[in-house]
């Protein structure tokens, strides 16, 4: 556990030091993987909303073929549990106790695809997150009942460590894009 607390310290500040804003085109491989993946199905899209020099997963919103979509956005409770919310560009969003913003409550909805955000990533897919564990519960939960669902990592390449340590909890992605792709 404490070489975790070491590691989310030393990405974070190398996230913070060597953060860039990405363009719309940095997520062109992710689309052709859903294409692929899922023909032309309407699809449920959980994105999260970038904070703390994420990388922009909102940049993925400027094609056109994604805003047809349902587009969800992770709310976390009381409980320390998360679930995804529909959402459209430009709706309303509230502030939670992390500073991060969130749609309004309505109706929760199970995702196709869940981009998720990294603090650090390794060759086997698993991720660093941030220690609060609100995917890896989610993912938990829902892959053992929704094996379909599509778990990409999204990162810049100098996140990426060579074996992260892993617990019984931890979810390994289907996927990480970079910069430099998707693998």
Do not use: C
Not at 58 to 63: S, T
Not at 135 to 160: C, E, P, W
Request: net charge positive; proline share 4%; hydrophobic share 40%.
């Amino acid at each position: 556990m404490h070489r975790k607390i070491q590691l989310r310290k030393k990405y974070f500040n190398l996230r913070k030091k060597k953060y860039y804003e990405v363009e719309k085109f940095f997520f062109l491989p992710l689309l052709k993987l859903i294409r692929l993946k899922f023909k032309n199905k309407f699809i449920r899209i959980a994105l999260y909303y970038p904070s703390n020099f994420e990388l922009n997963a909102l940049k993925i919103l400027e094609f056109n073929s994604i805003l047809a979509q349902d587009i969800l956005l992770p709310v976390t409770d009381k409980n320390n549990l998360m679930n995804f919310y529909p959402w459209k560009k430009n709706d309303l969003l509230f502030v939670n106790e992390f500073g991060i913003l969130e749609p309004e409550k309505t109706h929760a909805k199970i995702p196709d695809v869940i981009l998720v955000p990294v603090l650090a990533y390794d060759k086997d897919k698993y991720r660093l997150g941030y220690g609060k564990g609100f995917y890896d519960r989610y993912l938990n939960k829902y892959l053992k009942h929704y094996r379909n669902i599509m778990t990409i990592g999204v990162a810049f390449s100098f996140q990426k460590h060579n074996k992260l340590p892993i617990d019984k909890n931890d979810v390994r992605l289907n996927f990480i894009i970079s910069e430099k792709g998707i693998f």
